[in-house]
């Protein structure tokens, strides 16, 4: 699955992007983003305050709660401030 | 092509001339220039990180979601991404249609949906400090939320 972090998710886990196996029991991006913060702690602290993170699957964003299934590409991203 | 995510600048008058080229019953067009401020030399430059697929992808769901609402002629949206200076362009949205309440209303809508839904984020670089990205406001959030009843603006 490929997994892109945009922004200051991007400074903390300090990687734009990589392909990663994600374990088959994480369902959702709300598991997903627990999983991640196991990761290491530039993980936990660029997902501390999971809340405020946004997440897109291929480029629509979702809620947390959205399913991982047939995912091709996440993107997760502070909130928006572009305009 | 209605909407373009780009590094280079752009220039608003012949975005405008071209939309009233490309023919349709226009007798209105509304033009929004969004520029980087200088916060009275407190800012040397923004840096807006994007993810410009998503951002082609989303801008254009929201131009559909604009010509549901409003009888428009034409909508042409840019936006830059990479290193802006003060002074510069940051985005552009045109909005055309018959009459002027279609466009004026359109183009308000096109640019608080843009503005927390497009996936773009402001990192400021200062004058004389490190940057900080810039913190997402509440106002703009409210700005977008008064469309979302389907209507049209209520405040």
Redesign the interface.
């Given at each position: 699955m490929k997994i892109?972090y945009?922004?200051?998710v991007?400074e903390r886990t300090g990687r734009a992007e990589e392909d990663i196996d994600v374990p088959a029991d994480v369902a959702t991006v709300g598991e997903l983003i627990g999983w991640l913060k196991s990761r290491g702690p530039e993980f936990e602290h660029a997902f501390t305050d999971a809340a405020v993170i946004r997440a897109?699957i291929d480029?629509?964003?979702v809620k947390h709660d959205a399913r991982l299934a047939g995912a091709g590409e996440i993107?997760f991203?502070?909130?928006?401030?572009?305009? | 092509m209605a909407v373009s995510i780009q590094r280079e600048d752009f220039d608003a008058a012949a975005e405008s001339a071209a939309l009233r080229a490309g023919g349709g019953d226009i007798g209105a067009i509304v033009a929004f220039t969004?520029i980087c401020r200088s916060d009275n030399g407190r800012l040397a430059a923004l840096e807006?990180?994007?993810?410009p697929?998503?951002?082609q992808?989303?801008i254009a769901r929201i131009v559909e979601e604009a010509r549901s609402r409003w009888p428009l002629e034409a909508v042409r949206v840019i936006?830059r991404y990479g290193r802006i200076a003060p002074g510069e362009n940051?985005?552009l949205v045109l909005t055309a249609s018959s009459h002027r309440q279609a466009a004026f209303e359109a183009a308000e809508f096109l640019?608080d949906y843009?503005?927390?839904?497009?996936?773009?984020?402001?990192?400021e670089h200062l004058a004389d400090a490190a940057g900080n990205?810039?913190?997402?406001?509440q106002i703009?959030e409210a700005a977008a939320e008064r469309w979302a009843a389907g209507g049209k603006k209520s405040a």
């Open positions: 892109l945009f922004a200051w991007r897109a480029r629509i964003h993107a991203f502070p909130p928006m401030t572009g305009g | 969004g807006l990180d994007a993810y697929e998503m951002a992808a989303e936006h940051i985005v640019m843009l503005k927390t839904r497009a996936p773009f984020w402001k990192k990205w810039v913190e997402a406001r703009d």
